[in-house]
């Protein structure tokens, strides 16, 4: 335990640290140095930058399980460019269609919207297509240049500012419902984020989260799979988290649900991240055939390697399997703003 760090959650103090990396380590884990020599050089020395020291760890909170990076301290703009330049957008999820489904039972005609981390709009276009809310009554928060326009043709008023800055100050009480999908993970100042999405919601307004399911992550880094490496993700969500931090800020939880776990779908990310995992740190077969230029060759190769792993993970799939109520791979909630003027308190609700 290290006195000082609070769970930025739910406050308490009682934090271990659960996992130490180094700023190599974390340029290794996004871009194989095999692969890309410089920008792997590059990524090191800005994760340095990010952290001011050449590493961080992973605290886990033992009252809201809340896990967070330390330095609590977000990606920005230049290392989504070093660790991530090819974003993918995928067009539908679990979390889209769980939200799309509580929507169709509220009042949505001539209702408000922001989504925050639109991408390329995928899941607004389900919006639309299922007619629950017109896109001249949505924004969207992106910081893609790529996807801005993309947005803007579908006639959704685009932003590309953070959703905490001065820009968003004065549309207090302007959205109905605030979608958030695989975006809080990413985040630090989690306070001020769940702030302004109070006041940015009307009364009675909905917010809609989804974040990676941190029994999943567990589970990967438990059993030598991926880590769920810093600064990309410096939050790992419970629910017990997402109550303290919403209660603090006027905002009832009224769901939240575990991804139903698609048992398919979860072998063949476990043997691929943990092939990636074994290439990280290996300069055996593994991190040769990682570090191959990509082809449709190397991608053989590596599909390859990792077919031989199958045997390594038979004990941690018993486990997996056993756990499947709880092993889907995201954990989605959505809360209410109950009051229209709301003082923030300083009580927990775990
Ligand atoms: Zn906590």
Redo the contacts with the bound molecule.
């Keep these: 335990m290290l006195l000082g760090v609070a769970?930025p959650?739910?406050?308490?103090k009682e934090?271990n640290s659960i996992l130490t990396v180094t700023a190599a380590e974390a340029a290794q884990h996004f871009v194989h140095k095999g692969h890309d020599p410089n920008r792997n050089a590059a990524l090191n020395q800005h994760i340095q930058k990010l952290w001011q020291s050449g590493s961080a760890s992973v605290f886990e909170?033992r009252?809201?399980?809340?896990g967070f990076a330390w330095p609590f301290t977000a990606g920005d703009a230049a290392f989504y460019n070093l660790a991530y330049p090819y974003a993918t957008y995928p067009k539908s999820k679990w979390e889209f269609l769980r939200t799309l489904d509580v929507l169709a039972t509220l009042e949505t005609k001539g209702k408000t919207a922001l989504e925050v981390g639109a991408g390329r709009g995928h899941f607004l276009d389900l919006l639309h297509q299922r007619r629950l809310l017109r896109l001249c009554d949505v924004s969207a928060i992106e910081y893609n240049n790529d996807a801005l326009p993309i947005l803007a043709a579908k006639g959704v008023t685009t932003f590309s500012h953070d959703i905490r800055s001065a820009d968003f100050a004065d549309k207090q009480g302007t959205f109905d419902f605030i979608f958030m999908f695989q975006v809080v993970e990413h985040m630090d100042d989690v306070d001020a984020l769940f702030k302004r999405v109070q006041t940015l919601l009307k009364p009675h307004g909905s917010l809609f989260i989804a974040v990676p399911n941190k029994t999943r992550t567990d589970y990967q880094e438990r059993h030598g799979s991926q880590l769920d490496m810093p600064p990309n993700h410096i939050g790992r969500w419970t629910p017990?988290?997402f109550r303290?931090i919403c209660d603090r800020h006027g905002l009832t939880v009224q769901a939240v649900e575990f991804e139903p776990f698609d048992a398919g779908g979860f072998l063949l990310q476990d043997i691929a991240y943990s092939f990636v995992r074994r290439a990280q740190t290996s300069s055996g077969l593994s991190g040769f055939v990682r570090s191959l230029p990509r082809s449709k060759l190397s991608r053989l190769a590596q599909g390859a390697v990792a077919g031989m792993l199958f045997p390594t993970r038979l004990a941690a799939w018993r486990e997996a399997f056993a756990n499947r109520g709880v092993m889907g791979g995201s954990l989605w909630m959505q809360a209410r703003r109950e009051q229209p003027d709301h003082e923030p308190n300083s009580a927990r609700s775990?």
């Design positions: 769970c959650a739910c406050f308490a934090c909170c009252v809201c399980g809340f017990d988290a303290a775990v």
